[in-house]
């Protein structure tokens, strides 16, 4: 399995950026799929987790400024950053897991080995 995500640059605050991450080899049914991010000298940071059934969850800090989606035919997650903020630079990193995911567990935030599988991450930077 191999989580390719691309779309990452850099923008001014205020601007939009839309990461995608395709998953190669990944031929599993229920599963989930979960945008992290990291900014240097800080933890891994949950961002928007979907299932293949179209369950998502957000972590606060991004509520109402960014959306995920998935396109399931294309194994392909989406995350659309609005109104995006210099807090928001880091590196994303897209992650998997197929463990019969039907909802987002309300533990996903807050634990990252939960995901198989992840990307090698893409680049995010606002300017203040």
């Known amino acids: 399995v191999q989580l390719v995500e691309s779309g990452g640059g850099l923008v001014q605050s205020g601007g939009s950026l839309k990461l995608s991450c395709v998953a190669s080899g990944f031929t599993h049914d229920a599963y989930m799929t979960g945008w992290w991010r990291q900014a240097p000298g800080k933890e891994r940071e949950a961002v928007a987790a979907i299932t293949d059934k179209n369950d998502i969850d957000y972590s606060d800090s991004v509520k109402g400024r960014f959306i995920i989606s998935s396109d399931n035919n294309k194994r392909t997650t989406y995350l659309q950053m609005d109104s995006l903020k210099p807090e928001d630079s880091g590196v994303y990193y897209c992650?998997?897991?197929?463990?019969?995911?039907?909802?987002?567990?309300?533990?996903?935030?807050?634990?990252?080995?939960?995901?198989?599988?992840w990307g090698q991450g893409t680049q995010v930077t606002v300017s203040s």
């Open positions: 992650a998997a897991d197929a463990d019969g995911w039907v909802r987002v567990p309300k533990s996903w935030s807050s634990n990252p080995s939960g995901f198989e599988y």
